[in-house]
């Protein structure tokens, strides 16, 4: 089976080790984190390994932010994927989580910080109307 390893952060070595891989049989293509506010490169970008076995390299996934955009990119891709580290930690593709646990939880912290923003938006209005009146 083939691989391929889009490496976001650390070492593909370390990680192909760690998760007990074959580090001759997988291709590594290297992404900026930044590349992953772009859904159409990187759903395209996993659409061309079609037959591939997908992972997400990182150095660590407690710390690794978008690990649910990654899974979303996954499921608009139709493809199953995993998430790795250097210490063979794994999270993998799992569309049920995805749907009943992560894309909440991310539309609770989108309208939280819709929230935020209006409420602080309107608070440094009348801080600035108070301050300059006079």
Same mark, same amino acid.
Not at 93 to 108: D, K, S
């Given at each position: 089976?083939?691989?391929? %390893?889009?490496?976001? $952060?650390?070492? =593909?070595?370390?990680? =192909? !080790? =760690?998760?007990?891989? #074959?580090?001759?049989? *997988?291709?590594?293509?290297?992404? !900026?984190? +930044?590349?992953?506010?772009?859904?159409?490169?990187?759903?395209?970008?996993? +659409?061309?390994?079609?037959?591939? /076995?997908?992972?997400?390299?990182?150095? !660590? #996934?407690?710390?690794?932010?978008?690990?649910?955009?990654? /899974?979303?990119?996954?499921?608009?891709?139709? $493809? $199953?994927?995993?998430?790795?580290?250097?210490?063979?930690?794994?999270?993998?593709? #799992?569309?049920?989580?995805?749907?009943?646990?992560?894309?909440?939880? %991310?539309?609770?912290?989108?309208?939280? $910080? *819709?929230?935020?923003?209006?409420?602080?938006?309107? /608070?440094?209005?009348? %801080? /600035?109307? +108070?301050?300059?009146? #006079?």
């Amino acid at each position: 089976m083939k691989f391929v %390893l889009f490496l976001l $952060s650390g070492n =593909a070595q370390k990680i =192909a !080790d =760690a998760n007990k891989l #074959n580090f001759e049989e *997988i291709q590594i293509i290297k992404l !900026d984190e +930044k590349e992953l506010s772009k859904p159409t490169k990187i759903v395209s970008l996993i +659409k061309q390994f079609k037959g591939f /076995k997908v992972y997400f390299g990182t150095i !660590d #996934n407690r710390f690794q932010r978008f690990q649910t955009f990654i /899974k979303i990119y996954l499921l608009l891709s139709c $493809s $199953s994927g995993i998430i790795i580290d250097e210490l063979g930690q794994q999270n993998k593709f #799992n569309l049920t989580r995805l749907i009943l646990q992560e894309l909440p939880l %991310l539309l609770v912290e989108v309208v939280y $910080s *819709i929230v935020l923003i209006i409420y602080y938006h309107i /608070k440094i209005y009348l %801080l /600035k109307w +108070k301050y300059t009146r #006079n």
